[in-house]
């Protein structure tokens, strides 16, 4: 089972802007969408980006995902010290028929 | 509003089984796949596998880590999707997550349910 590579960690402060990438293949990011998720600490992940772009309802703005090729990156700006969790990338593999994950990134706002 | 609901988690010794249930309301359950997670203590998520909606067939697909052991199953007259989990293994310890899936990703999880695996 293959799985999607992200930096283990990332930090910043408040109010400043930080970006995780999400590194994977042809057979998933390269030929689908990048959804990314949400996992504040003891709860479950929270749907924050999909079709690699786009926000559902009641996400804020300050949430923003790119792809480009086999690789995709999720955006966050004005740091607040409730965007502390772990972040996740997820696509769909075409040559497994199986969902495949990233590492996680673990956001520490200073 | 959308939920989903797993429970089902328990101490189990090696070998055992146990059933997870995933209970959905605020949806046509029928018209969903699902799919389970699975974390670890301190781990990444890591994806178990998935039903299809019955429309497009109901297939089940399954990771390597658990194929042969565990199998889905969905019974959309009580809107609840279920994990059969068969030989366990002590690293099967974690909170299995069921999630609903859309059309590019999984846009609504439940809160978990604990398996632990211990002799």
């Known amino acids: 089972q293959s799985v999607l590579t992200q930096p283990p960690s990332v930090s910043a402060a408040p109010g400043q802007k930080v970006t995780i990438s999400c590194s994977g293949s042809t057979s998933d990011i390269g030929n689908n969408y990048v959804s990314w998720y949400q996992q504040l600490p003891g709860t479950a992940p929270k749907f924050l980006i999909y079709e690699s772009t786009k926000r559902p309802s009641g996400i804020p703005d300050r949430f923003s995902g790119s792809k480009s090729g086999t690789s995709a990156t999720l955006g966050i700006t004005g740091l607040q010290t409730g965007d502390e969790a772990d972040y996740y990338c997820g696509a769909w593999d075409s040559s497994l028929s199986s969902w495949v994950f990233g590492t996680g990134t673990k956001l520490t706002v200073l | 509003e959308v939920q989903l609901v797993e429970s089902g988690g328990d101490l189990a010794q090696p070998g055992r089984s146990l059933r997870l249930s995933c209970v959905v309301s605020?949806?046509?359950?029928?018209?969903?796949?699902i799919s389970w997670f699975r974390q670890a203590p301190e781990r990444r998520l890591e994806w178990v596998g998935r039903?299809?909606?019955?429309?497009?067939?109901?297939?089940?697909q399954y990771a390597a880590s658990v194929k042969g052991r565990f199998s889905i199953s969905r019974d959309d007259s009580k809107s609840t999707a279920y994990l059969q989990m068969n030989s366990l293994k002590t690293e099967d310890t974690a909170v299995y997550f069921c999630?609903?899936?859309?059309?590019?990703?999984?846009?609504?999880w439940g809160q978990g349910t604990l398996v632990t695996v211990s002799s």
């Open positions: 605020g949806f046509t359950f029928g018209d969903y796949g």
């Open positions: 999630a609903r899936e859309a059309w590019s990703g999984l846009d609504s």
């Open positions: 039903i299809a909606r019955k429309a497009s067939g109901g297939a089940t």
